[in-house]
């Protein structure tokens, strides 16, 4: 339908027809309204929640299985002999023979390892003791588990020992006690991730070791030592509790 022209500031201007759209206005039109712009897919915001949260699980346990170990306060010993005093010992047998020293140590990132060597004994004597101590530092995984197996005699491997447990020192602590056929005095010791084994051997004499009596006194000798090794050792303990 056509209508009437209007004028418009002196201007003829033809009126809109039916169905015309004018500027600023709604009209009508044939085809299908207009759409909204889609919304993202529900299950992809799912999605992305879930791979978020499974990497920050997952970093959180990877912090956690990699957390620095609580060594207790242990630290490594690069030189065991200068850490191991052992005046208790040297108190009752005699001072340590310079020239029968040894000493290493392995450092790694899972674990570290330290050895002492020497001899103990009066040159009245003419014969000395021998003395060995082991460090362990278990810094990643925990020794408690094996302690026990790993350190103290069983049935078939020839050591005829039998094994004392003693308080007072470490979380655990055993006396492996001096045999006839195996006359070494031996001292092993757990606390946290720290192992500490102590072997105190006796000199026996080339000439009378065949004999049973020379065989007992050296029995007797090495437990009347019993409690210097575990002060000595405890004293070790302390040391390497103290930074370098």
């Not at 810094?139 to 302690?147: G, R």
């Not at 500490?196 to 007797?220: H, L, N």
């Amino acid at each position: 339908m056509i209508s009437e022209p209007e004028l418009v500031g002196g201007t003829v201007v033809p009126a809109p027809r039916t169905g015309d759209v004018v500027a600023g206005g709604t009209g009508s039109s044939d085809g299908p309204p207009p759409t909204a712009p889609a919304s993202r897919r529900p299950w992809l915001w799912a999605l992305g929640g879930a791979v978020a949260a499974s990497a920050v699980w997952a970093g959180g346990l990877y912090a956690y299985e990699h957390r620095a170990a609580d060594l207790g306060g242990y630290r490594v010993s690069r030189n065991l002999c200068l850490d191991a005093e052992f005046t208790a010992l040297g108190g009752a047998l005699g001072s340590k023979d310079k020239k029968e020293i040894t000493t290493s140590v392995a450092e790694h990132v899972t674990l570290d390892r330290s050895y002492c060597d020497f001899q103990l004994g009066r040159k009245s004597d003419g014969l000395d003791y021998g003395v060995s101590i082991t460090y362990k530092l278990h810094k990643e995984t925990d020794p408690e588990a094996e302690f026990d197996a790993l350190h103290l005699p069983a049935a078939g491997d020839g050591d005829l020992r039998r094994a004392e447990r003693v308080e007072g020192i470490g979380e655990r602590a055993y006396v492996l006690v001096p045999a006839e056929e195996f006359a070494v005095l031996e001292l092993v010791v757990l606390d946290g991730r720290a192992v500490f084994r102590v072997d105190v051997s006796f000199p026996y004499d080339d000439t009378t070791i065949e004999y049973g009596e020379e065989r007992q006194r050296g029995v007797q000798a090495l437990l009347s030592l019993k409690d210097h090794v575990m002060a000595d050792t405890q004293a070790l303990m302390d040391e390497l509790r103290r930074p370098a």
